[in-house]
């Protein structure tokens, strides 16, 4: 008798459990048949957040759709003029036009002089024509990046680029000026290190293809004495792996910089608290779909 007693409490008590654990079945079922993974706003977040997208640059320069700088920035990359028609700045694309034009034909035309005469001021003039050309398209990128309006400030997406325009230009619109002189004084001292190794690399390997000749040409200065073409030989792969350690150290600054402004920029908004708080105690566990809750232990984390 006690033993049925003992079992039909325990079914009544139980039986609240099993009833909503089957209805978290029967809801999970009716979900998973109901769902739309079709999801058309879903869809559309994860376009706009792509680094580059066709659809939302052209529309964003229809002004049919919010801009991205990044999205921006690249699209103007080839595009050129893109985010001066964003920025509703219509006057300034016969600037940035009529300059690159002109850098490039003024350009072509004196290479055509250089190749005519062979006199090499024309080829330095079409030299500083072409990198005429390339900053008139800078100025158009720092142009875009610079007037795009952000409701934030700073805006991790105008830090990073303003870093891949010009090295600590980020860290200046974020606010951390102290950081300029250190990636300077980094890309710096790797530019320096470059030229020269580079130059020394250039002398030993002259050094090595000189004697390496079978016959002497009266007219091919001489290495000084003393250096011999095994030594040559070294110096020249000395010199030349220490070229590629500068320019693989220069390039390392310049990315760990733009890096550095991207996430100072995000962590503006970022508080620590001293106060910090760490709590153990007993609760009840309802996993999702479980036959039943189950107790446990919980870990509380406060900062």
Known sequence: MKLRIISF?????????????QARDDQFKKDAFSQNYADTSKQAKTDSSQLFSFKQYFGSLAHK???????????STVFVGGGQIYNRQYWKLPVVYGGIGAGVG?????NNQYKATGDAKYKNYSTLSYVGAGL???????????CF?????????????????????????NGEYWKVPIYWGAIAAGVHFYR???KNYERFKTAYEVLSLDTVDPDVERPPEGI???????YRNLYRRYRDYAILGTALAYVIQIVDANVFAYMQDFEMDDDITFRMEP?????DYAAAPAVGVGFTLRF
């Open 9 to 21: 409490l325990a079914a009544v008590l139980l039986a609240p459990a099993v009833l909503h654990g």
């Open 65 to 75: 759709r919010p801009g991205n700088v990044q999205n921006l920035f690249i699209g």
């Open 106 to 110: 003024m350009g072509i035309h004196f």
């Open 136 to 146: 008139v398209w800078w100025g158009s990128l720092m142009d875009m990046t610079t």
């Open 149 to 173: 309006k952000s409701d934030s400030r700073p805006d991790p997406g105008k830090s990073t680029l303003y870093s891949v325009l010009l090295p600590g230009l980020g860290q200046i619109y």
């Open 196 to 198: 020269d190794n580079r």
């Open 228 to 234: 011999t073409k095994e030594n040559s030989l070294y």
């Open 283 to 287: 609760t009840v566990i309802t996993p």
